[in-house]
């Protein structure tokens, strides 16, 4: 099964429980430089193409049990 959804996960001591959706472009530019992708011109299509079919969270939490409920909450939507 296809990965639907990214979620760029960011602690924050005392902060509140918060999951924003954030565009493509914000993600990438965060997750590229910790990436290898392939040079191969079709790996980079087939790479364009099903990261336009993701949706990109950001999650800023400080209480682990919140952050829990709200993966748990999208894993059961996917």
Do not use: G
Not at 22 to 47: G, H, R
């Amino acid at each position: 099964m296809p990965c639907k959804t990214i979620v760029l996960v960011n602690y924050k001591a005392n902060s509140k429980t918060l999951l924003e959706p954030i565009n493509a472009k914000t993600a990438l530019e965060i997750l590229i430089p910790d990436s290898w992708i392939s040079p191969k011109p079709e790996n980079a299509k087939a790479f364009l193409k099903w990261i336009n079919t993701v949706t990109f969270y950001k999650l800023t939490y400080s209480n682990n049990q919140d952050a829990i409920d709200i993966f748990s909450t999208i894993f059961i939507d996917e």
